[in-house]
């Protein structure tokens, strides 16, 4: 199945890359640019949506300069245009954006951080819209529709598995020096030998450090490594 082909490419390669990213950085743990790439996805989005209604594509994403007014205008349009194309995806665009926009402002001070909520909410509303859109455009079911944006993002599961004070790497193809610096990535605030050797289940913690954190740090990829007995 051809996706859009009625959809300029300029219009159809960055909804997908927008999508792909918010994938790639939810899945790295990227909260902060997943949250805002939403917004690139939302302009997109709006643009083809306008589009459609119009009758003519531009050839490249526009910015309107008031998108939760933009939004809402296109809800006035005729009822002849399927509902989830005038009220349904605008309205999921309108809180996607206020995410983008506005959530940044609780990030601080004693609250607790919803960067991880938030880019949660922020993948799924993604998802579904491009979902809808693969579902109007192409005259399919919602499980249809959704599954052909699964198979196109290819799942999006956690390289980085958590509980408690506990790691797992579940990519099982990665080398133990790639596995390390995943890891050290993903904790950032420093982690003792004792613990890497425990999540990367590393069978001699001395061949370890001989042959990855030494290395690692001969190479500069990771720094203080005297705390950790090198």
């Given at each position: ?17 927008c ?12 909260w ?17 949506l ?73 993948l ?81 913690a ?25």
């Open positions: 199945m051809v996706l859009f082909p009625s959809i300029p490419e300029g219009l159809r390669a960055p909804l997908f890359e999508l792909d990213e918010i994938t790639r950085n939810f899945r790295e743990r990227r902060e640019p997943s949250e805002l790439n939403g917004g690139k996805l939302c302009e997109v989005t709006y643009t083809i306008k589009g459609y209604i119009d009758g003519d594509f531009p050839s490249t994403p526009t910015k309107p300069k008031n998108m939760v007014d933009a939004c809402r205008a296109l809800e006035q349009e005729s009822s002849s245009f399927n509902r989830s194309i005038r009220i349904q995806i605008p309205r999921m665009l309108i809180a996607l954006y206020e995410v983008r926009n506005n959530r940044g402002v609780g990030h601080v001070g004693g609250d607790i951080n919803p960067n991880q909520m938030d880019a949660v909410a922020v799924h509303m993604c998802k579904w819209i491009v979902s809808e859109l693969v579902r109007i455009f192409h005259d399919v079911d919602t499980k249809l529709a959704s599954d052909t944006v699964n198979v196109l993002n290819n799942r999006t599961i956690p390289v980085i598995w958590e509980t408690g004070d506990k790691y797992r790497v579940l990519h099982t193809g990665l080398t133990m020096r790639q596995k390390t610096l995943l890891l050290l990535y993903h904790v950032r605030d420093g982690v003792s030998e004792s613990d890497l050797v425990q999540w990367i289940e590393h069978s001699n001395s061949v370890y450090r001989r042959d990855v954190l030494r290395k690692l740090h001969a190479d500069r990829f990771i720094e203080e490594v005297m705390s950790i007995g090198v």
